[in-house]
């Protein structure tokens, strides 16, 4: 009776853990863990991969959705690719480097 009870707790165990990598799998992905770890390293992973989705963030919008964002909307009137991302960029470089410039020398 006891080995019987002990096993479902063990499967119970089991199911838990497989339940919380499945909902953290891409943070757990991101440190190379895969899904027989104990729960609290799971834990781990998903405060680490938060932390570093707040980096990326704070990058990305600085640097990637502002060119992203003039991507798209010279794309509906310039059907080039690479023309479209060098028109972007100068537009970016221009708001990031020109204006800041442009107002020290005032």
Same mark, same amino acid.
């Given at each position: 009776?006891?080995?019987?009870?002990?096993? &479902?707790?063990?499967?119970? !165990?089991? +199911? +838990?853990?497989?339940?919380? *990598?499945?909902?953290?799998?891409? #943070?757990?992905? /991101? *440190?190379? !863990?895969?899904?027989?770890?104990?729960?609290?390293?799971?834990?781990?992973?998903?405060?680490?991969?938060?932390?570093?989705?707040?980096?990326?963030?704070?990058? #990305?919008? /600085?640097? %990637? #959705?502002?060119?992203?964002? =003039? @991507?798209?909307?010279? +794309?509906?009137? &310039?059907?080039?690719? =690479? @023309? @479209?991302?060098?028109?972007? &960029?100068?537009?970016?470089? %221009?708001?990031?480097?020109?204006?800041?410039?442009?107002?020290?020398? &005032?």
């Amino acid at each position: 009776m006891d080995n019987e009870l002990y096993s &479902i707790h063990q499967e119970n !165990i089991s +199911r +838990r853990q497989k339940t919380t *990598y499945d909902a953290n799998k891409e #943070a757990c992905n /991101l *440190y190379g !863990i895969d899904d027989r770890v104990p729960l609290w390293q799971i834990k781990l992973m998903r405060f680490g991969a938060s932390i570093w989705f707040l980096i990326y963030w704070i990058f #990305a919008s /600085l640097t %990637i #959705a502002p060119i992203n964002l =003039f @991507v798209r909307g010279i +794309r509906s009137f &310039i059907k080039n690719s =690479f @023309v @479209v991302f060098l028109i972007a &960029i100068l537009c970016y470089l %221009i708001i990031v480097i020109g204006i800041p410039l442009i107002i020290s020398l &005032i």
